[in-house]
């Protein structure tokens, strides 16, 4: 966009120049614009949150509003000299410093004697620093003594990506403010707003489709605006923004959930291999994966999205359209439509087999591939079929279980038939052979179990070992009956 026969680009351009232009942060703009108004100044804030968000454009209004002719007030004039020089960049008594190239010791000593002197045509000397974070440990040092006791006339705004770098020291000497990241219909509301007031056709989804590329930065998503408009010969149309953005657009995302959502006529041979119920006619897939594989996505981005259309199909079955949060990254119509097609727990399961696909990327040969073999886990798996599994409704795994418990019987039997052929005497034997308990524990002083064998062999055993005996083989067969009925194989 050109001003003055210069362009500018949209996030410069439509800079908020005052604390109602910007969009959201509202806990952050009534904390510093009642500051303002009690004239309650404190002497260090601190602003901290995700790029592209507000952090440099809330310091500067809040320096305008600090030096503006008109005196302290929360909502500064933007036309007096003050002001436009701030907007500009130009007025001397507020430095802004960039930290991630200032980080030495001796660039922040400089800047600490220049706090030394009175503002010469001001009420304050205010020092913006951005990215404060890198400052080195020898330069937190240098200004801890200001920071901490600065001259009245000395306003510090520090704005950070990274707080967690910056010695508690001087956190506890600043107020501190976080603000968020934007929210999809935040930013989708600014891009309207400003097409509008640049003449620009924008197509809703297209506009949907940046602001979710954006992740919550306003900055970011003014900038992919201008590269769609360049694309796009002067209008935000939908095929070129997802060929920009390298996504699939709203209409296959609906028609992988479409096919997702009617999961009740499913392929005889993969039901017969127990995979589950599988969408609709193979033909339905191999068109999918055709129109997909034309528009040759970034798959990553691809997957992203459908851990965002899970994520909210769950809250939307939840929260309904009329939710008082703004948390929906698709359209409450789409949302409308497939949330009643899944349970709770097919978006739960759905959800972690994405997830698990983005973990995974990273580890197959191509992106294609991960993201079609995550597709055919979607349609592959299902809570009812979980539950099948863990409640025994599997009937190949309970003739697996049945063949085994046949096999065990087979072994008892062939161990206590010999026994009963071999009389009293035989069986005392056998039974003192065969392994169905473990041996008794032999105190020193006993015979060995060899030649107790040979005794038992020789000298019949009593009426009541052999009852004993038979006793114990029928409870052992009536327990493998017992566990064969509980497997369904009576």
Not at 103 to 130: C, S
Not at 315 to 337: C, K
Not at 446 to 460: G, R
Request: glycine share 6%; hydrophobic share 40%; with cysteine.
């Amino acid at each position: 966009m050109e001003v003055g026969g210069e362009y500018l680009a949209l996030a410069r351009k439509y800079r908020p120049q005052n604390f109602e232009d910007v969009v959201g942060q509202e806990h952050v703009l009534n904390a510093l614009m009642h500051s303002l108004d009690s004239e309650r100044i404190h002497h260090a804030y601190l602003l901290t949150g995700t790029r592209g968000i507000g952090k440099t454009t809330i310091a500067r209004i809040f320096a305008k509003a600090l030096e503006c002719r008109k005196g302290v007030s929360s909502h500064p004039c933007g036309v007096c000299d003050a002001c436009t020089a701030i907007s500009a960049g130009t007025f001397p008594e507020v430095i802004e410093i960039d930290a991630a190239s200032q980080t030495k010791v001796d660039d922040t000593r400089e800047m600490l004697d220049r706090a030394q002197y009175q503002p010469v045509d001001a009420r304050y000397k205010i020092f913006i620093i951005d990215e404060v974070h890198m400052l080195t440990t020898n330069s937190f040092n240098a200004l801890l003594k200001t920071l901490e006791e600065p001259p009245e006339y000395v306003k510090f705004i520090l704005a950070t990506t990274d707080p967690h770098k910056i010695p508690t020291t001087v956190l506890s000497r600043c107020l501190q403010f976080q603000l968020r990241a934007l929210n999809v219909d935040e930013i989708a509301g600014r891009i309207h707003h400003i097409c509008s007031i640049e003449n620009i056709a924008a197509d809703s989804e297209a506009v949907l489709a940046i602001a979710r590329a954006a992740r919550g930065s306003m900055r970011d998503a003014l900038s992919l605006c201008d590269q769609g408009i360049a694309l796009g010969h002067g209008k935000l149309e939908t095929a070129t923004v997802v060929a920009m953005l390298g996504t699939v657009g709203d209409a296959l995302v609906s028609d992988i959930l479409g096919l997702l959502a009617t999961k009740d006529s499913a392929t005889p041979a993969l039901n017969n291999a127990g995979a589950g119920n599988v969408t609709g006619t193979a033909t339905d897939l191999a068109t999918l994966l055709t129109r997909i594989r034309q528009k040759s996505p970034n798959y990553k981005q691809l997957l992203d999205e459908l851990v965002l259309v899970f994520h909210d199909l769950a809250l939307y079955q939840f929260l309904g359209s009329g939710s008082p949060l703004e948390v929906f990254s698709f359209s409450n119509s789409m949302l409308a439509q497939f949330a009643p097609a899944f349970t709770p727990e097919q978006l739960q399961l759905y959800y972690q087999i994405v997830l698990e696909g983005v973990q995974e990327y990273g580890f197959a040969s191509d992106g294609r591939s991960a993201f079609e073999m995550t597709l055919l886990r979607l349609l592959a798996f299902s809570p009812e079929r979980k539950k099948k599994l863990f409640r025994g409704e599997n009937p190949a795994g309970r003739d697996l279980s049945a063949a085994i418990l046949d096999g065990l019987v087979g072994q008892v039997r062939s161990q206590t038939a010999p026994a009963q052929a071999l009389g009293p005497q035989g069986a005392q034997s056998v039974a003192q052979t065969a392994p169905l308990a473990p041996s008794p524990f032999v105190p020193q002083g006993t015979p060995a179990p060899q030649a107790a064998a040979a005794t038992a062999a020789i000298i019949p055993a009593p009426a009541s070992q052999q009852s004993a005996q038979q006793s114990s083989n029928a409870q052992w067969q009536q327990e493998l009956g017992d566990l064969r009925a509980m497997m369904g194989n009576k």
